[in-house]
């Protein structure tokens, strides 16, 4: 079975620091990946996806996410966070014939 | 545009007690969803429907019962409700099913947090 791991699960930073969070997914195939936030008290949004192409990815917000399909990696990336990046990042991947599976989501918490 | 719609949006329920969970979408969408969302392990399926008229198992249906009452809504039922039911809930659309297109982001709901006691 396909699983999706998020190796952090709490990050404090300070604004305009750097920010990368990583995921790593198990199947071996052709792979569609995602990145979803979930700012305090909302639901869950799309922030950027990977369906083929260019592996470097650009989402909302200055977001951005690197595939690398050699590590099975799909990390997330952002230069200068700040204060309103405060979310829970959840990274998603979905292979052919399977469904959509979630990582066990990384908390941020960005200190003015 | 509401988008998704889930009631209640909080709740507390005695262990044996049951509940339904009510959602609904106005995006036209086919395909829906119910997820659980527990500290450390993301969103696990419970159960979806690929389409009006039919439902389908996810990750962890055990407990759960679901309805497809028409194209907008979609509701999830406990029957019996237990501890290890205490969660948040989430309702999700996407435009055809994620497992049949790749172009199909989920639309999710604000979410319902249930606890069991």
């Known amino acids: 079975a396909q699983s999706v791991s998020q190796h952090n699960h709490h990050v404090i930073l300070s604004e305009a620091a750097s920010l990368e969070l990583g995921c790593n997914y198990s199947y071996g195939g052709t792979v569609n990946l995602f990145w979803y936030v979930q700012y305090p008290g909302q639901h869950l949004q799309l922030l950027l996806k990977y369906f083929s192409g260019d592996p470097l990815v650009k989402g909302i917000k200055g977001f951005e996410a690197e595939f690398i399909k050699s590590k099975f990696s799909f990390n997330l990336r952002k230069p200068s966070v700040q204060w309103s990046d405060t979310a829970e990042y959840f990274c998603a991947v979905k292979a052919a014939g399977n469904k959509l599976t979630f990582g066990g989501g990384t908390r941020v918490l960005v200190k003015p | 545009n509401a988008g998704v719609t889930q009631t209640p949006k909080f709740q507390v329920l005695k262990t044996g007690q049951s509940m339904t969970l009510q959602c609904a979408q106005d995006m036209n969408h086919n395909s829906m969803y119910w997820y659980r969302q527990d500290p450390g392990m993301g969103l696990r399926l419970i159960y979806y429907s690929a389409s009006e008229g039919t439902t389908d198992k996810g990750e962890v249906p055990n407990g759960y019962n679901v309805s497809r009452l028409n194209k907008r809504e979609f509701s999830l039922r406990l029957e019996s409700a237990a501890p290890s039911q205490t969660s948040v809930y989430f309702c999700?659309?996407?435009?055809?099913?994620?497992?049949?297109?790749?172009?199909?982001?989920?639309?999710f709901g604000n979410g319902t947090r249930l606890t069991v006691t």
């Open positions: 999700a659309s996407s435009q055809i099913l994620t497992e049949s297109s790749y172009n199909s982001p989920l639309h």
